[in-house]
């Protein structure tokens, strides 16, 4: 049944199915966006219990499990947004957003914005390094050293004009495979920054060659992998906002080519576009290794 305004004053119809009765229970100054998307989903979720005979207490186990997410989610850690990733949601969602948005196919592609952006990330000189307080009694240390990285690149528009002033937010895991906030002996804000664009559009700093790391295994998602049995393995990977004012903020990810999880993401964030290859770096003691990489966006 094409549902419309008109229709849900109407008393539903007596051979109206349960779930044309649940979508019809919608009042006439319901939220216009609501009335759009709401049937669809009571459909599909009806259609869902429906065709897997879900009883109560597997509904049961999936309310608890939903709420264990959501007492776990903060500004330092989303397991809710986790749970999404893990069901390929947030790569889709994003998918469906670029779609409409993108205006052009030279605009860099997005990708998926994750559970562990911060605001607030230090706004640094261009040239600086995001790799805070690194010295030999770091465990990871030598492996810091190896992957040492300059990363440098333009902010363009889609006819390849340099933007000045835009914002390259940057952020990527430790070595240990944690994002500071999940790791006390890391120190505040470490593997994070903002740099302008100059006047030539652009951006520098160091970093390192990210590597791969497990998603978080230790909470509901974690729990909800294992019962799969799917691995946790995201691909190394760097993750950037970058803006600029008129310009559609661009949230994405780069991925190093080296990496064997680039085909089997546990969150499906992976496009091709954004599988960067670094090269061998000589004589600069700061970074073994570089990167280029110009970001493309579109108006908005
Ligand atoms: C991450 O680091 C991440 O980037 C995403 C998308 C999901 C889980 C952990
Ligand atoms: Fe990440």
Redesign the pocket.
């Known amino acids: 049944m094409a549902f419309t305004t008109n229709s849900i004053s109407k008393k539903p119809p007596q051979d109206a199915t349960f779930t044309d009765r649940v979508i019809a229970a919608t009042g006439p100054n319901a939220d216009r966006r609501l009335v759009e998307v709401m049937p669809s989903l009571v459909r599909h979720l009806h259609a869902f219990a429906r065709e897997v005979n879900l009883t109560v207490a597997e509904w049961t186990a999936a309310v608890d499990f939903i709420n264990e997410c959501g007492k776990m989610s903060d500004d330092r850690r989303n397991e809710t947004q986790?749970l999404c990733?893990i069901v390929g949601l947030?790569s889709l969602v994003d998918e469906i957003t670029s779609k409409m948005l993108a205006s052009s196919t030279s605009e860099t592609p997005s990708a998926?914005?994750?559970?562990?952006y911060r605001h607030d990330a230090p706004l640094l000189p261009n040239g600086s390094s995001i790799v805070r307080n690194l010295s030999p009694e770091v465990p990871w240390y030598e492996q810091a050293v190896a992957d040492s990285a300059l990363i440098t690149g333009r902010v363009l528009t889609s006819s390849g004009t340099p933007i000045q002033g835009a914002i390259v937010d940057v952020w990527h895991?430790a070595p240990n495979g944690l994002?500071e906030q999940q790791d006390e002996s890391q120190p505040d804000m470490n593997f994070r920054g903002r740099f302008e664009t100059d006047a030539e559009g652009c951006y520098t700093f160091y970093a390192l060659r990210p590597v791969p790391y497990p998603?978080p295994n230790d909470g509901p998602a974690g729990r909800l992998l294992g019962l799969l049995d799917r691995h946790p393995y995201?691909p190394g990977?760097i993750?950037f906002v970058v803006s600029a004012p008129g310009f559609r903020a661009l949230t994405t990810?780069l991925y190093d080519d080296r990496d064997e999880y680039i085909s089997k993401d546990a969150?499906f964030?992976v496009k091709n576009e954004l599988v960067v290859k670094f090269s061998p770096r000589e004589g600069d003691p700061n970074a073994r290794w570089s990167l280029k990489y110009d970001f493309v966006l579109g108006r908005g």
């Open positions: 986790l990733d947030e998926i914005l994750g559970p562990f895991a994002y998603i995201r990977h993750h990810q969150v964030a």
